[in-house]
């Protein structure tokens, strides 16, 4: 069963968006003014949820609800987009009892269509209606578009105060690469924590989780991730060991959130870990890990399951790094592949086999350069991402 934080309902409508069988509006609403955070999208075509959310936040730092649909993106539809956007918060504002600007809007779909607002206003009632009869995991279906199944992930966190509970979910499995893919996530809490810290809390873990993943190297329109916490556990998360303890759990959850987009991948079958370190910094080892992981050739390779070093390598000297190619030691399952410019003399197509056939594939190049480090999670691109990806709209 999941653990649900306390003071949140959850609702769904079937809207017939793009199918008339399934739900693809979903509704999450706090029992109270809930400190509120987001990380967006940096993609300039921005999506008009993402636009208004990023208002209304800037406003105030606090909601009470989020407002999800699927099979509509209202990317790029202008003055009109903005305008519909905000009628749906005044929909879901009212059948949730509460005032539009403590509503958080989020869309994914096509870019370019605008909103069916008969369906919209059709659907509203239905939202009401439903009200705290649906569940967290109803809410994820609903929010899925391309993904092949729900991403939820929960837990009870010991604060010295007493115990809050954290839950994420969220849906991506294609344009997946965010830079804050096509990428929405929902993180609810019940610690009293202040709008600042909780900012703080959430750009920290997406910066270790959703901003370190990548499935195809496309940056979405729509990009979003809120966070909610509503204090109806009455136990405070203010000072900085309970601060701490908090930011752990919410990263936790984020990073379990993030494997499960890339194993998800559309069409995907691996899931690569891939780790850069020995860079001059930080932002040197991202550049290097990233150049590996959106590149075609290493991703159809982990297809394959063909332990092809050579297109890692070749990734990495074109990433931009600054490293010497003589100080580079690469490994794949823990087992030496290249270093001091050429490759291990072993037999390593035999050697590499079983970890290549695994669904979770390590790794790791030692730049022997400085201290910098980052890991990415990445995966393999297939026929059937192509497949997908061909006929999305039809």
């Not at 069963?1 to 769904?12: D, H, S």
């Not at 709008?195 to 989780?209: G, K, N, T, V, Y």
């Given at each position: 069963?999941?653990?649900?934080?306390?003071?949140?309902?959850?609702?769904?409508a079937a809207a017939g968006f793009k199918r008339a069988d399934r739900n693809d509006l979903g509704l999450i609403v706090s029992q109270g003014e809930a400190a509120a955070a987001g990380v967006f999208t940096k993609n300039l075509f921005q999506a008009a949820p993402v636009l208004v959310c990023k208002e209304l936040l800037g406003e105030r730092p606090l909601a009470r609800a989020l407002l999800v649909n699927s099979g509509q993106a209202n990317a790029c539809t202008g003055a009109e987009g903005l305008a519909n956007c905000r009628a749906t918060l005044e929909l879901a504002a009212k059948a949730a009892g509460i005032a539009p600007e403590d509503v958080l809007p989020t869309s994914t779909g096509v870019i370019g269509a605008q909103l069916k607002m008969d369906k919209w206003a059709a659907a509203a009632p239905l939202l009401a209606a439903n009200l705290g009869q649906a569940s967290a995991m109803d809410v994820a279906k609903a929010m899925m578009t391309t993904d092949s199944f729900p991403k939820l992930s929960a837990k009870a966190v010991a604060l010295p105060g007493g115990e809050v509970r954290v839950l994420g979910m969220c849906k991506g499995a294609g344009m997946i690469c965010p830079n804050m893919a096509?990428?929405?996530?929902?993180?609810?809490?019940?610690?009293?924590?202040?709008?600042?810290?909780?900012?703080?809390?959430?750009?920290?873990?997406?910066?270790?989780?959703?901003?370190?993943?990548t499935v195809d190297g496309d940056t979405s329109t729509n990009d979003t991730v809120l966070a909610l916490a509503n204090g109806a556990s009455r136990v405070p998360a203010k000072d900085a060991k309970s601060l701490?303890?908090?930011?752990?759990?919410?990263?936790?959850?984020?990073?379990?959130?993030?494997?499960?987009?890339?194993?998800?991948?559309e069409g995907g079958t691996k899931v690569a870990h891939i780790t850069v370190r020995g860079a001059k910094s930080n932002a040197q080892a991202e550049l290097a890990a990233r150049a590996i992981g959106n590149s075609p050739l290493v991703k159809t390779?982990?297809?394959?399951?063909?332990?092809?070093?050579?297109?890692?390598?070749?990734?990495?000297?074109?990433?931009?790094?600054?490293?010497?190619?003589?100080?580079?030691?690469?490994?794949?399952?823990?087992?030496?592949?290249?270093?001091?410019?050429?490759?291990?003399?072993?037999?390593?197509?035999?050697?590499?086999?079983?970890?290549?056939?695994?669904?979770?594939?390590?790794?790791?190049?030692?730049?022997?350069?400085?201290?910098?480090?980052f890991t990415l999670l990445a995966s393999d691109l297939t026929k059937r991402y192509v497949e997908i990806n061909a006929d999305y709209r039809t």
């Open positions: 069963m999941t653990i649900v934080p306390k003071g949140f309902q959850f609702a769904v096509t990428m929405l996530g929902f993180i609810l809490c019940d610690a009293d924590v202040e709008p600042q810290a909780w900012q703080e809390i959430l750009s920290f873990a997406a910066d270790r989780s959703f901003n370190a993943l701490k303890l908090l930011r752990a759990a919410v990263t936790e959850i984020c990073q379990e959130l993030s494997y499960r987009i890339v194993q998800d991948a390779a982990l297809f394959g399951c063909d332990p092809n070093w050579g297109r890692i390598v070749a990734a990495l000297g074109r990433s931009g790094a600054d490293f010497a190619p003589e100080a580079v030691v690469l490994t794949i399952g823990g087992i030496l592949v290249f270093e001091k410019g050429q490759p291990s003399p072993e037999d390593l197509d035999a050697l590499l086999a079983p970890s290549m056939r695994h669904q979770d594939v390590e790794i790791v190049l030692d730049l022997g350069a400085g201290r910098g480090v």
